[in-house]
């Protein structure tokens, strides 16, 4: 019995030390781009499952009786500011009576405008009409998209819906007789500059818009990272997977993905690296918004980030899925703020027009 209990308990121990190995990776998957090593981009999205694993295996441990507990303590110790990122918890939100003193932002991937329908009393767009109850002072759209065909949702009519934001920077990627896709940047306040940040990339781009608020101008950056390009029947493949579990197919499946993220990404890393360079060099106050197709922790969300504030971090609690699917639940969706801002409150909305989430921020303007 006892051999039996030993053996046991050092299949354990050794698996125990593999998901503490992932945790190291994950973090070196961080600050080292996926150019130099591919490899840890896959503990990256697998790090909440991994850290469940090892917060099971500490109360394994603990239940046994067993100084093992150490092994997967020592390293969320270690760990803990990315462990952190992964998972903040927060359970009280700031106010502050001066509203003139606040801002609000959302960022949203709009999948295509909630495909390009048509805001109607009697029929809402779902997006739009998100937007126009939450009424925040800057918005930032990825997957902007407006069709010529007035059945659907157009430029014009966006131009009418959104009277109160006066200032906008639409950077149209994708442009042909019939319909229009990029990103959107509307503003209550003047507008005094805007510019494409130049990167590789076929349908993806990042922008930024010189905003006056208070006589200080604050740089805004809306992104939309390089995309996975997972289909929708690619996620069916997922779900077949789910469903029908085998060697076969998940070896078949596994190497099918795989491709796909090692053709991602290097071209997002070097996307980060182009946006970071502009941020470290802006003169400006600086906010950051977008969707950067990418988790916690991976290197593009670490490079862009840098020593800047991530919303939810200093605010929110849990997971914080902003992208979802039936098989997949990701946050994706980030904005960041300098040190002239202290974030107030951050909300992920559960609006299901897209396949994103909203994110919204209340930012404490120090100025």
């Known amino acids: 019995m006892q ?8 299949i354990l121990i050794a698996l125990n030390l593999f998901f503490v190995l992932a945790l190291v990776l994950a973090y070196i998957g961080s600050v080292v781009s996926p150019l130099q090593f591919i490899l840890p981009i896959y503990f990256i ?4 499952i991994i850290l469940i694993v090892n917060v099971l295996f500490i109360a394994y441990w603990i239940y046994n009786r067993k100084w093992y507990f150490l092994i997967s303590t020592l390293a969320l110790i270690l760990l803990y500011k990315s462990v952190f990122i992964i998972f903040p918890v927060h359970f009280k939100h700031q106010t502050i009576e001066n509203a003139k003193k606040q801002l609000v932002i959302i960022s949203y991937n709009t999948n295509s405008n909630s495909k390009v329908q048509k805001h109607c009393l009697n029929n809402p767009n779902g997006v739009i009409k998100y937007l126009l109850d939450e009424n925040p002072d800057i918005i930032c759209i990825q997957e902007y998209y407006v069709k010529n065909d007035s059945a659907h949702l157009t430029q014009l009519d966006v131009n009418k ?3 109160k934001y006066p200032y906008k920077y639409i950077k149209f990627d994708y442009n042909n007789y019939d319909n229009m896709t990029g990103l959107a940047t509307f503003s ?13 990339s076929i349908f993806n781009a990042s922008m930024y818009s010189d905003i006056v608020i208070q006589n200080e101008t604050i740089r805004v950056f809306n992104n939309h990272l390089e995309s996975n390009r997972f289909s929708g029947n690619d996620l069916m493949l997922s779900q077949q997977l789910k469903n029908d579990m085998n060697g076969f197919s998940l070896l078949n499946k596994t190497q099918y993905f795989s491709q796909k993220l090692q053709i991602a990404y290097p071209v997002r890393a070097k996307q980060a690296e182009a946006v970071s360079e502009i941020i470290k060099s802006t003169p400006y106050k600086v906010i950051v918004c977008g969707d950067f197709n990418d988790v916690p922790l991976s290197y593009a969300y670490t490079k862009v980030k840098g020593k800047l504030n991530d919303a939810f971090v200093e605010n929110g609690t849990g997971f914080g899925w902003t992208y ?8 994706l969706d980030y904005i960041f703020y300098d040190a002239n801002f202290e974030v107030l409150n951050f909300e992920i909305g559960k609006n299901k027009s897209s396949d994103h989430y909203p994110i919204k921020c209340v930012l404490k303007m120090k100025f």
């Not at 051999?3 to 050092?10: F, L, Y």
């Not at 999205?45 to 909440?48: H, L, Q």
């Not at 209550?188 to 590789?200: C, S, V």
């Open 3 to 10: 051999v039996i209990e030993s053996k046991k308990n050092s």
């Open 45 to 48: 999205i697998g790090f909440p």
């Open 161 to 163: 819906i959104f009277e």
């Open 188 to 200: 209550k306040y003047p507008i005094i500059n805007t510019k494409r940040i130049k990167y590789e």
């Open 324 to 331: 979802y699917s039936s098989t997949y639940k990701l946050r």
